[in-house]
């Protein structure tokens, strides 16, 4: 079971965080402007997000959110209104809109066939 760990004013020890429920593979882990913490479970269809306080070690998951498809990798854009996942069954990016989770469209410009996209940036 992954976990995760914060170190509180960048001191020592780490602090195992509570409420982290990103079963079996962690995947992506990243901030929105708003602070919710933003889990892709890698290889499955899942995402959670969660409200997080460094000093307590505590995190509680507000909302699971479950993909078309499963998925490698996931990333939102810098202004926070869509969120890419590569999807793995078919060689393709689906695109979400954040922080609803709707899914928009997908796309696949020149993803060869047969192979796993290995992740995902996203800038705008």
């Avoid at 998951?61 to 990798?73: C, D, E, P």
């Avoid at 209104?81 to 979400?96: F, G, I, K, L, Q």
Wanted: hydrophobic share 30%; glycine share 8%; with cysteine.
């Amino acid at each position: 079971m992954p976990s995760l760990i914060v170190w509180p004013g960048g001191s020592m020890p780490g602090k195992p965080v509570s409420g982290y429920v990103n079963q079996n593979t962690p995947g992506d882990l990243e901030f929105d402007q708003q602070g919710t913490l933003v889990a892709h479970q890698t290889l499955f269809a899942h995402v959670y997000l969660y409200q997080c306080d460094a000093a307590t070690a505590t995190c509680t998951n507000t909302k699971t959110i479950t993909l078309r498809t499963s998925a490698l990798y996931g990333a939102l854009n810098a202004s926070n209104t869509d969120y890419e996942v590569t999807e793995y069954p078919n060689n393709a990016v689906d695109v979400y809109s954040y922080p609803a989770f709707t899914f928009k469209y997908k796309y696949n410009r020149g993803l060869k066939q047969g192979y796993s996209t290995q992740g995902i940036a996203q800038t705008l």
